[in-house]
């Protein structure tokens, strides 16, 4: 169910030379100022993959992925104002739960920074 309402919201991207992301479906001509950076966390849930976040940003709900350690710093950032920072990480890539050794590159969040 998590992972569903992730898909909704945000495809996987992949980065590709000459700074263009690739979605499960097409290539597009974005770069990571397309992911939000300045945002209010409204929700931080640990998933199989990844820890899945909701933020606010200029009035737009959006989820984003993150490393596991981000789920960790719930006190800290809930409903706060922060700063998001990317990096591109290997993220499993599999059909069931157990490992099957296929990745996919993903940006995720791995540092935030509270804004007051």
Same mark, same amino acid.
């Given at each position: ?24 479906s097409s290539t597009v001509a ?15 849930? +640990?998933?199989?993959?990844? =820890?899945?976040? $909701?933020?606010? #940003?200029?009035? !737009?709900? %959006? ?31 599999? +059909?069931?739960?157990?490992? =099957?050794?296929? $990745?996919?590159? #993903?940006?995720? !969040?791995? %540092? ?5």
């Amino acid at each position: 169910m998590l992972i569903q309402k992730f898909l909704k919201l945000s495809l996987p991207l992949v980065l590709l030379a000459g700074g263009f992301v690739s979605t499960a479906s097409s290539t597009v001509a974005q770069t990571t100022k397309a992911l939000p950076r300045i945002v209010t966390v409204k929700s931080m849930e +640990q998933g199989d993959l990844m =820890c899945y976040l $909701t933020v606010v #940003e200029a009035k !737009v709900e %959006r989820s984003v992925g993150a490393t596991f350690e981000i789920c960790e710093q719930k006190k800290q950032f809930l409903n706060k104002k922060v700063r998001l920072s990317y990096q591109l990480r290997n993220v499993d890539d599999c +059909q069931s739960i157990g490992p =099957c050794g296929k $990745t996919r590159k #993903e940006w995720l !969040v791995v %540092r935030m920074a509270r804004i007051k």
